[in-house]
């Protein structure tokens, strides 16, 4: 192999990055039927709860006691992008503002100068299993930004593009464009603040479906930019730029050589591969982080802390540390000013 992957991990449960991203989530669950309040129908002996990442019989609650998922919790200085394919995620903040998504939907949400929001996934077929399975990525903010007002974007799944090639022999690529412009294809916007508002930020996420053999190439990025693979899901595939070659497994990811297009060949066996792309500029400044808080000194840390205690980022409205939206799948947004939207169940 010839460098084109100029660093290689495996893929855990919270996958390496490079800026301007932070952090990368995959929940994979696999959750029983309900049990009619929205939680697993299955006994939870064995499991810490309020803590459990376990992964027993395939699922986790992670911090829900009775519904799976992140009770109330503050965040501040950064965003989170959570790209749910299959599921649902109930959200709540100190903003006043709800949503229930999934099923292929994005948020995008600004912490800036400070939220608290808690993420449940309610587990709504009493008479089927309810998998689950999302990305969360944190995007840093400059500093210039990171103490902007909180702001959050749904981006349905109808709004989010996707890109569909054939090679020559037919075989199918599909590229979902969550963020960053592809050929012609442009996704929805992010928040106003964002570092991906900022073009020349050549800020991407695309989630790339390749059938087995399938052959795309994957354009040459800004010059300046970082990329990232992130082959989670699948068999191999070979990267070659004309000259070199090398190959990513499934489990592996892979930091690239961003400055030249690369064609992508699905390799070994009868399987495809899924990638996630993460890509954008460098902002290429000092990061402070701890637990929910990622600022530019330590000292900004503590303050964050302070604030947080005295203020609690504006309170929390709901009578319940993890509110959820009811037993009906339906998918909507209330945000903070009151403004509404729906989307079809």
């Known amino acids: 192999m010839s460098g084109l992957v100029v660093q290689r991990f495996a893929l855990g449960a919270q996958w390496p990055t490079a800026d301007p991203f932070l952090f990368v989530a995959h929940h994979h669950d696999d959750y029983p039927e309900g049990d009619g309040r929205l939680g697993p129908n299955a006994r939870l002996d064995g499991r810490q709860l309020g803590q459990d990442f376990s992964g027993l019989h395939g699922w986790?609650?992670?911090?829900?006691?009775?519904?799976?998922?992140?009770?109330?919790h503050p965040h501040r200085g950064f965003e989170t992008v959570t790209y749910v394919r299959t599921g649902y995620v109930d959200h709540a903040d100190s903003m006043g503002a709800t949503a229930r998504y999934g099923q292929g939907d994005t948020q995008w949400m600004t912490a800036g100068g400070g939220i608290q929001h808690a993420e449940m996934f309610p587990l709504t077929d009493t008479d089927r299993p309810n998998p689950l399975e999302l990305f969360q990525i944190w995007?840093?903010?400059?500093?210039?930004?990171?103490?902007?007002?909180?702001?959050?974007?749904?981006?349905?799944?109808?709004?989010?593009?996707?890109?569909?090639?054939?090679?020559d022999e037919g075989r199918r690529t599909e590229v979902t464009v969550v963020a960053g412009r592809l050929g012609d294809v442009t996704p929805p916007s992010p928040p106003p603040n964002s570092w991906?508002?900022?073009?020349?930020?050549?800020?991407?996420?695309?989630?790339?479906?390749?059938?087995?053999?399938?052959?795309?190439t994957l354009p040459a990025a800004a010059p300046?930019?970082?990329?990232?693979?992130?082959?989670?899901?699948?068999?191999?595939?070979?990267?070659?730029?004309?000259?070199?070659?090398?190959?990513?497994?499934?489990?592996?990811?892979?930091?690239?050589?961003?400055?030249?297009?690369?064609?992508?060949?699905?390799?070994?066996?009868q399987e495809g591969i899924e990638i996630l792309v993460l890509q954008?500029?460098?902002?290429?400044?000092?990061?402070?982080?701890?637990?929910?808080?990622?600022?530019?000194?330590?000292?900004?840390?503590?303050?964050a802390y302070l604030e947080y205690q005295a203020t609690g980022f504006g309170g929390w409205p709901w009578p319940d540390p993890a509110p959820h939206h009811g037993p009906v799948a339906r998918r909507f947004a209330v945000h903070a000013d009151g403004r509404r939207e729906d989307a079809e169940a």
């Open 60 to 72: 986790s609650m992670y911090h829900g006691r009775a519904v799976p998922g992140f009770p109330q």
């Open 139 to 167: 995007v840093n903010l400059p500093s210039a930004d990171k103490m902007v007002d909180p702001y959050f974007t749904m981006m349905w799944r109808d709004d989010i593009p996707v890109v569909v090639a054939k090679d």
């Open 196 to 216: 991906a508002s900022r073009p020349e930020a050549d800020v991407a996420i695309w989630h790339i479906s390749m059938e087995p053999g399938a052959v795309w």
């Open 224 to 269: 300046g930019a970082t990329r990232v693979l992130y082959a989670f899901e699948g068999s191999s595939v070979e990267l070659s730029d004309g000259q070199r070659t090398d190959q990513l497994d499934a489990g592996v990811g892979g930091a690239v050589d961003p400055s030249t297009a690369l064609d992508l060949r699905v390799t070994e066996g």
């Open 280 to 303: 954008g500029r460098p902002i290429g400044e000092p990061v402070s982080r701890h637990g929910p808080f990622v600022m530019n000194t330590f000292e900004e840390i503590q303050q």
